[in-house]
């Protein structure tokens, strides 16, 4: 072995070393050889193949680790709005992390922030970021004050921002990836810090990982690869890089929710929760705080916070994102205060098709590649621009051969009348089943708001009875759409081991 590759290979393993130890986020490395072949790992003079070893996970901020597992997801009371839209099934959620709370008014204000800095001659992509706070307006309440106030009053840093669409929620987990990444990176001191990033300049994990973001590479990893000595990118090989956050699935959501971590013991449930506390009452039972509500909602006609002097809630509208008592996965405000965005699509009939195991609808499946099969190359914002597979893309697959799910077994041509005549519809991700309006002569008199573009919400809110903060409920809004009582919060793979025990995770604090 020449010097050169004895020192690029101890350089190697005390970055790996280091990277073992947690200071690249949890990652570990080794020198450990092919169970399969006999070859060494992590040896130049073996063609340089390195493994990263003794990796340990590392949550993101502001993530709780939420053990998974098989639970009857749906209604648990009875269905007083007669939807029958909930049927419970038993599913299996795998682990994943969630926000302790729901996002800020303060966390969005820090999103708008650096999207005036960084896309200062994007207006449009300014306006997009900005919450509609004109969602407070009631034509017959005087709530004109929360117009100006509730978003960028410091006395309400801390409650849960409101007036975002579905599309909005997703955009901050795409910026919250790429700012945890590159705080990763500038922290491991891989890339310089750069507050005068502009545009395409902006950093992108995907453009980073894919080769198309050198400008501020402060330093490479060493590499073990004989024709290139001079080094490397952090790889997501690594387990430096986190995975994507993302707005929950809906099962996700409700298995969270229900915190029934709580009430199990040697693979047995104990007792199945109404909401996410044990009991069917909304006050706490602990003589402490004996009576006080566990949520924020409302109690009774024209009651939105109790009396002075002993108010039952302490909230009128929206309270602290920190309100109340956490469940047993250490989450707040799972109940009340704000709904919730979650990831799926609507469909009444949902849980009678999706899968057992990880189940969702909204699947439209995409590629970062053009159609000459070339890397797509960063756009302006300096994101990489993604696209959907073609039909030819998937045709040997068995799996799926097209990329649009979102209407699968409920609205796709293969599930789809045509009410007229009764003949099958043959338009590609025909529209008719659930087509509003009769401009184009399809189901002539006939009415909904299902489409493709409604999304689930879930929790309840300080607007809301207490039906609503059973996990079980669900209702459903236009992606594009906003109100005064609907907010989120993110979640994340957890990748690898499902055990909290493990992976050395705390459920709840504990």
């Avoid at 350089?11 to 947690?22: D, E, F, K, Q, R």
């Avoid at 007792?271 to 506390?277: A, G, H, K, S």
């Avoid at 909204?362 to 756009?379: A, C, Q």
């Amino acid at each position: 072995m020449s010097l050169k590759y004895r020192i690029l290979l101890l350089a190697s393993a005390g970055i790996l070393g280091l990277n073992s130890c947690g200071l690249f986020g949890g990652g570990g490395g080794g020198t450990g050889a092919s169970e399969k072949t006999g070859w060494e790992y992590n040896s130049p003079d073996n063609g340089g193949f390195e493994v990263v070893e003794n990796w340990r996970p590392e949550a993101g901020p502001g993530l709780v680790f939420i053990e998974g597992g098989t639970f009857t997801m749906g209604r648990v009371e009875q269905d007083v709005m007669y939807d029958w839209n909930a049927k419970p099934r038993r599913v299996t959620v795998t682990s994943f992390y969630m926000d302790e709370t729901e996002i800020s008014n303060v966390d969005w204000r820090e999103y708008v922030h650096w999207i005036k800095r960084v896309y200062s001659t994007y207006p449009q992509v300014i306006k997009n970021a900005l919450p509609d706070t004109l969602v407070w307006r009631s034509p017959l309440g005087y709530n004109e004050p929360f117009v100006t106030d509730y978003f960028r009053h410091p006395a309400y840093n801390d409650y849960p921002v409101v007036g975002v669409n579905w599309l909005q929620a997703n955009d901050y987990c795409i910026w919250r990836t790429d700012r945890v990444n590159e705080r990763l990176l500038v922290d491991k001191g891989i890339i310089e810090f750069d507050l005068a990033q502009k545009g395409a300049d902006a950093f992108s994990t995907e453009a980073y990982l894919s080769g198309q973001y050198d400008a501020r590479v402060k330093k490479l990893l060493p590499s073990l690869d004989p024709e290139k000595p001079e080094g490397r990118h952090v790889r997501f090989e690594d387990g430096i890089l986190l995975p994507k956050y993302r707005l929950p699935t809906e099962a996700e959501w409700e298995f969270a929710a229900s915190g029934l971590v709580g009430n199990t013991y040697d693979e047995r449930m104990v007792e199945r929760r109404i909401y996410p506390w044990n009991g069917h009452n909304v006050r706490n039972p602990e003589s402490k705080v004996r009576g006080q509500m566990m949520a924020n909602f409302v109690r009774g006609r024209g009651d939105y916070m109790g009396l002075a002097g002993n108010l039952n809630d302490e909230n009128t509208f929206p309270g602290p994102v920190k309100s109340y008592w956490p469940n047993d996965y250490g989450l707040y405000c799972m109940a009340g205060n704000v709904n919730e965005w979650v990831l799926d699509v609507y469909r009444p009939l949902s849980f009678e098709d999706v899968d057992e195991i990880r189940p969702f609808r909204g699947n439209v499946f995409k590629t970062p590649y053009d159609l000459d099969g070339n890397y797509s190359k960063k756009d302006s914002l300096g994101r990489i621009p993604y696209r959907e597979i073609t039909e030819e893309e998937a045709a040997n697959r068995q799996n799926y051969n097209k990329a649009y799910y979102i209407n699968y077994k409920d609205g796709d041509v293969a599930s789809t009348l045509d009410f007229r005549d009764g003949q099958t519809v043959k338009e590609k991700n025909s529209d008719r089943m659930y087509y509003q309006g009769d401009t184009q002569q399809k189901n002539v008199g006939m009415t909904t708001l299902i489409n493709d573009h409604v999304r689930v919400y879930k929790g309840g809110s300080w607007k809301d009875r207490a039906y609503w903060l059973s996990p079980g409920t669900r209702r459903f809004l236009d992606e594009a759409s906003s109100t005064n009582d609907i907010g989120f919060r993110c979640a994340m793979e957890a990748v690898g081991a499902q055990s909290a025990k493990k992976r050395g995770e705390r459920i709840g604090g504990k």
